[in-house]
């Protein structure tokens, strides 16, 4: 397809059974690359607090912070949709604040939608939201921001009370109005399961291939985020590998006077070499004479 992804055109793709490509995105060069590569959508996730700022976790992140990394990827996006997480504390206290939250978003960074974590506890801001014309991403299952109630980032919906509990929950954002629902770390017969009970599109990070679509953070599918790799990560490339050589190259280029070289230097200049050497002679003698 060519031409901007839209939300009628994502869920066209559910009906025909075409898989949607997500990545996060953050800046404005890698936006380019991946709206070049035909990603579908991009999520400007507040996985930026880990992957750009070097937090724990994504507790950190403000609004503000949002909105200037969300303005560089959708600058970089011609043809991807792309959705704007709702940091922490930016949507949870009412769907009052959650509609400002989200106002704020997509007029200040020009993005297409907003995500927000939470199931049945959060369908009035999804409410609020939509009935302002701004479509919706729901997350459940492994929903980062409460990290401190899970106790660490593990596996949702184990058990049958909580495997109807996920199903309730998609249900119940599908019906506040959300056109689609990131399950992350959700087993993949249950994440299945939810895919063929909903209209919403699914998309998948560690729960499965047969969610409508999958997500993953870049610096994970490159090799950038260091030794730890989740289990539902495929390394695509070992480009934070690469990326040390070439710095660790430059370095010792630099230092050994190998760079630059002819090629990477002006040759032509507006003065003859006999005037330079004039001038050299003249503050030679006053840099001289001002030692003195
Ligand atoms: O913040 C994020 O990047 C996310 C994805 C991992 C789904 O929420």
Redesign the pocket.
Same mark, same amino acid.
């Given at each position: 397809m060519s031409g901007k992804y839209t939300v009628t055109s994502l869920l066209e793709m559910k009906q025909k059974g075409e898989k949607i490509s997500?990545l /996060?995105c953050y800046d404005y060069s890698t936006a380019r690359l991946v709206d070049a590569a035909g990603i579908n959508t991009v999520?400007v996730?507040?996985?930026?607090g880990m992957?750009m700022q070097g937090y724990e976790n /994504?507790l950190p992140v403000t609004l503000d912070e949002m909105i200037c990394y969300g303005r560089s990827v959708v600058r970089g996006c011609q043809n991807a949709f792309v959705i704007m997480?709702m940091p922490f504390m930016s949507y949870q206290v009412s769907p009052a604040q959650a509609l400002e939250s989200a106002g704020r978003l997509i007029k200040e960074t020009g993005a297409n939608a907003v995500?927000l974590?939470g199931g049945a506890a959060v369908t009035e801001q999804i409410k609020a939201i939509v009935d302002a014309g701004i479509p919706v991403c729901a997350?459940i299952g492994m929903t980062?921001q409460s990290v401190n109630v899970f106790g660490g980032f593990k596996v949702q919906g184990k058990g049958e009370a909580k495997a109807e509990q996920l199903l309730k929950d998609a249900l119940a954002v599908q019906e506040a109005g959300a056109f689609m629902v990131?399950l992350?770390c959700v087993p993949p017969k249950l994440a299945a399961l939810i895919t063929r009970q909903v209209d919403m599109i699914t998309?998948g990070?560690g729960a499965g291939v047969e969610c409508d679509g999958q997500?993953?953070?870049y610096q994970d599918m490159l090799g950038m985020s260091g030794d730890f790799t989740p289990k539902f990560v495929r390394r695509f490339a070992e480009i934070g590998e690469a990326m040390q050589q070439a710095f660790a190259d430059y370095d010792a280029q630099v230092k050994s006077g190998a760079f630059p070289q002819a090629a990477q230097t002006y040759s032509k200049s507006d003065c003859d070499d006999a005037f330079l050497a004039q001038l050299e002679e003249k503050y030679s003698k006053m840099r001289e004479l001002s030692l003195k």
């Amino acid at each position: 397809m060519s031409g901007k992804y839209t939300v009628t055109s994502l869920l066209e793709m559910k009906q025909k059974g075409e898989k949607i490509s997500q990545l /996060t995105c953050y800046d404005y060069s890698t936006a380019r690359l991946v709206d070049a590569a035909g990603i579908n959508t991009v999520l400007v996730g507040d996985s930026l607090g880990m992957t750009m700022q070097g937090y724990e976790n /994504t507790l950190p992140v403000t609004l503000d912070e949002m909105i200037c990394y969300g303005r560089s990827v959708v600058r970089g996006c011609q043809n991807a949709f792309v959705i704007m997480d709702m940091p922490f504390m930016s949507y949870q206290v009412s769907p009052a604040q959650a509609l400002e939250s989200a106002g704020r978003l997509i007029k200040e960074t020009g993005a297409n939608a907003v995500k927000l974590e939470g199931g049945a506890a959060v369908t009035e801001q999804i409410k609020a939201i939509v009935d302002a014309g701004i479509p919706v991403c729901a997350h459940i299952g492994m929903t980062p921001q409460s990290v401190n109630v899970f106790g660490g980032f593990k596996v949702q919906g184990k058990g049958e009370a909580k495997a109807e509990q996920l199903l309730k929950d998609a249900l119940a954002v599908q019906e506040a109005g959300a056109f689609m629902v990131v399950l992350e770390c959700v087993p993949p017969k249950l994440a299945a399961l939810i895919t063929r009970q909903v209209d919403m599109i699914t998309i998948g990070i560690g729960a499965g291939v047969e969610c409508d679509g999958q997500v993953l953070v870049y610096q994970d599918m490159l090799g950038m985020s260091g030794d730890f790799t989740p289990k539902f990560v495929r390394r695509f490339a070992e480009i934070g590998e690469a990326m040390q050589q070439a710095f660790a190259d430059y370095d010792a280029q630099v230092k050994s006077g190998a760079f630059p070289q002819a090629a990477q230097t002006y040759s032509k200049s507006d003065c003859d070499d006999a005037f330079l050497a004039q001038l050299e002679e003249k503050y030679s003698k006053m840099r001289e004479l001002s030692l003195k």
